[in-house]
């Protein structure tokens, strides 16, 4: 592989994203149900903004339980991933073994082929936040410039966090057989501690100061926050320092949980 010319690479990539591509068009309709299905904050958005109607819940008022809660939708859509179950699938079925001969790691295609749907997702979720925001009449973004520079940075390490513990949690596969399930396990933490039911901000104090350690928050609510302005220099720099420790933890142990799962695999002859 260390002998192939930058140019090679360059065309092999792009045909794995135009692959990626063609698969997110193909299944637009699933992916388009994948997307209202992931319309939980919009669920906690009626319940908090009509509980701040009256008056403000902690430093939330209405319009920014709006804004907060349109942004975790769409954080989450760009920051999504599913190759927990392709690992799954492919290492239960063999279907790995194809993937395996091929001279472009395994992980790469996967990485390459999930970065493909975004811009579909993106396209198919927009919509709606906007149709949300029209409705709720307003929210409140006061992010600076320079915040709204360091979003894309933000949304890059929350999308690599959901990645690299999903490629961990699926290279159990290996030694498993439902590594899936575990997921459904880490997505249930992620619910309630990444600030995707409720702001970690209005969380007891000495939880929310654990919480925003965790890789869970990292992963939106951080994003969330840095998007609506509501982080003090200080808070800004300590998000990404987390939010990317987070980012070369994960990516190691995903490295190590993938090669060790690829020799068991070996071993038994697959």
Known sequence: MSGRGAGYWIRALAAIWRLGVAEATAYRVALFVWVLTSTFPLISLALWAGIARAAPVGDFTQRDFVAYFVGAFLVRQLTASWVVWDLERQISTGELNTLLLRPVHPLLHHLMTNLAALPLRTALAAPIGVLVLVLAGGAVFDASFAELAAVPVALIGA???????????????????SSSALYEVWVTCYVVLSGYAVPTSLLPAGLTTVVRLLPFHAGLGFPVELLMGRLSPRELLIGFVVQWSWVLALMLGARVTWRRGVRVYGAVGA
Request: hydrophobic letters at 75%.
């Open 159 to 177: 999308w690599l966090i959901n990645f690299c513990v999903q490629v961990m949690i699926g290279s159990l596969a290996f030694w498993i057989v």
